[in-house]
């Protein structure tokens, strides 16, 4: 798990090091320089005979960074110039620095952009410090480094990526590398911004967390499928957990199965869906495993509740009367009963026309709507909400009580406590129809993963297990079958494969 910063806590993690710990900040700088330099040689394709590299400067730190790049490059016998965008009356002390050492050694500059002579281009022009759009001669120069074939590296930030909401402002640098330092910013977790950033990886300069840091904000990895479970090996379908669907409706039976089958292979040990009676037929035929049920009266129902370790109310559940009255059943007589319940698709739908449900919702509940969804959830307009994704999903899981998994490219998970997750696993293949029922199942399977645990993790944790192992599989399907023709089925089925690494 690893830390998102903004670019204001990175500048108050950067002074903190500086000050209170006593690293220069020209030491920091030298290591930022010495990490990128490492990374770039890792992927330059041509020798230092052919190899010809182009490092553009600003006057602020980031600029630093690159004529300290630049002059590595220089002193191991690569081909390199250095051109200053910003004026040198403008510069920073340490970038200022930095200039008159790389002239005490040589390092050449340039006054020509001639960009098809370069291999290779390194954008240091601004980093996380840029507050307004790029105009003028700054856009124009590149919009012209943009063009060129160039590999692209960028220090810290593309030029242009607003550092913590990923947007582009004005123009921006696309590069083919970022290395960025200490650690990743927000801003190249969300589009454009992880797209312009092209592969990231994240350096360690020195800049650590502090006991005052106010971070709040992870991404996960590989590594943290170990916090999940192992499973008894004592234990039987009933330990493994028990999981009721509360979905389907005449001729949407797919959601239910869907959701269903993600919820098995992610290891539920029983699974039973409430429908209605249209649905028997095929949901038996697809899917043999799952038990099913038709019946709604007080009686039966309280049966399933009682029977079920988990409750998912929604997908494919439609909006009739009847839809109604299913999901507000079990949603209240779940909510009473303090089981976790994931509320989805057509349970959302119905909680947005319904927003006294909300009594409903607590600790032991996880929405998880996409963004219109949102929308109709808490009244603000698709475009508000795609510019603030994180205090959306905060602002509803303080209000509600609940964990809420906001779906979109970059998923946001929230919880009351004001501890996020910025999903980083998924692809665009995955943006199809049945992705989000098969979500709810694996969301379902984390659950009954840790019904019997002797260990557990809060639920924002378990969502956010869930929403990185949903777009690892994604991801696995993709590399597998392309993502233009990966379906969500596909998705289940290359779930086995990321549990079982």
């Known amino acids: 798990?690893?830390?998102?910063?903004?670019?204001?806590?990175?500048?108050?993690?950067?002074?903190?090091?500086?000050?209170?710990?006593?690293?220069?900040?020209?030491?920091?700088?030298?290591?930022?320089?010495?990490?990128?330099?490492?990374?770039?040689?890792?992927?330059?394709?041509?020798?230092?005979?052919?190899?010809?590299?182009?490092?553009?400067?600003?006057?602020?730190?980031?600029?630093?960074?690159?004529?300290?790049?630049?002059?590595?490059?220089?002193?191991?016998?690569w081909k390199v110039s250095l051109f200053l965008l910003g004026k040198e009356k403008t510069m920073t002390p340490e970038t200022a620095h930095q200039l008159k050492i790389a002239r005490n050694y040589q390092v050449h500059e340039t006054n020509n952009l001639d960009l098809y002579e370069y291999t290779t281009i390194v954008d240091a022009i601004f980093g996380v410090g840029l507050k307004r759009p790029v105009e003028g001669h700054y856009a124009q120069?590149?919009?012209?480094?943009?063009?060129a074939t160039a590999f692209k590296v960028a220090v810290d930030i593309p030029s242009g990526i607003n550092g913590d909401t990923g947007f582009e402002m004005g123009i921006a640098f696309r590069a083919d590398l970022t290395v960025t330092f200490a650690f990743r910013k927000r801003g190249l977790c969300f589009y454009p911004g992880r797209m312009y950033g092209g592969e990231i990886t994240v350096a360690d300069i020195g800049i650590y967390t502090n006991e005052?840091?106010?971070?709040?904000?992870?991404?996960?990895?590989?590594?943290?499928?170990?916090?999940?479970?192992?499973?008894?090996?004592?234990?039987?379908?009933?330990?493994?957990?028990?999981?009721?669907?509360?979905?389907?409706?005449?001729?949407?039976?797919?959601?239910?199965?869907?959701?269903?089958?993600?919820?098995?292979?992610?290891?539920?040990?029983?699974?039973?869906?409430?429908?209605?009676?249209?649905?028997?037929?095929?949901?038996?035929?697809?899917?043999?495993?799952?038990?099913?049920?038709?019946?709604?009266?007080?009686?039966?129902?309280?049966?399933?509740?009682?029977?079920?370790?988990?409750?998912?109310?929604g997908p494919g559940l439609g909006l009739t009367g009847t839809s109604r009255e299913r999901a507000q059943w079990f949603l209240s007589h779940g909510t009473q009963k303090g089981i976790p319940i994931i509320l989805d698709a057509d349970g959302l739908n119905l909680l947005s026309v319904h927003p006294d449900w909300q009594k409903y919702l607590g600790s032991n509940t996880i929405v998880t709507p996409h963004i219109g969804e949102m929308s109709r959830l808490c009244g603000k307009s698709i475009g508000e909400i795609q510019n603030s994704l994180?205090?959306?999903?905060?602002?509803y899981s303080r209000?509600?009580?609940?964990?809420?998994?906001?779906?979109?490219?970059?998923?946001t998970v929230a919880s009351p406590d004001g501890k996020t997750f910025l999903n980083l696993s998924g692809n665009a293949g995955m943006a199809t129809a049945g992705s989000g029922d098969v979500l709810s199942g694996v969301l379902a399977g984390i659950q009954c993963m840790y019904h019997f645990a002797k260990h557990t993790e809060s639920e924002g944790m378990k969502a956010a297990l869930g929403v990185y192992i949903h777009g690892l599989a994604g991801d696995l399907a993709a590399q597998t079958l392309g993502r233009r023709g990966m379906t969500a089925r596909d998705i289940i089925r290359f779930l086995p494969e990321i549990l079982k690494k």
């Open 141 to 147: 120069i590149i919009r012209e480094l943009n063009a």
């Open 212 to 313: 005052d840091s106010d971070s709040s904000m992870h991404h996960l990895e590989k590594s943290d499928l170990s916090l999940l479970p192992d499973m008894l090996p004592y234990g039987n379908k009933g330990t493994f957990g028990k999981v009721l669907f509360v979905s389907g409706s005449p001729g949407m039976c797919g959601a239910a199965f869907l959701a269903a089958s993600a919820a098995f292979k992610c290891g539920a040990g029983m699974v039973k869906i409430q429908t209605v009676e249209e649905n028997r037929i095929p949901i038996q035929t697809l899917l043999p495993e799952a038990m099913l049920t038709c019946a709604f009266t007080e009686e039966e129902n309280q049966k399933n509740l009682d029977w079920c370790d988990v409750l998912v109310i």
């Open 390 to 395: 994180v205090k959306t999903a905060l602002e």
């Open 399 to 411: 209000s509600t009580g609940c964990v809420c998994v906001l779906k979109d490219a970059c998923t």
């Open 1 to 77: 798990m690893k830390e998102l910063v903004t670019c204001t806590q990175m500048k108050n993690l950067d002074e903190y090091t500086i000050e209170k710990m006593g690293i220069p900040s020209c030491v920091l700088m030298e290591r930022a320089a010495l990490c990128t330099v490492e990374e770039m040689k890792k992927r330059m394709k041509a020798g230092k005979e052919t190899e010809k590299i182009l490092v553009i400067c600003g006057s602020g730190n980031n600029g630093g960074d690159g004529i300290a790049i630049a002059r590595l490059l220089h002193l191991d016998g």
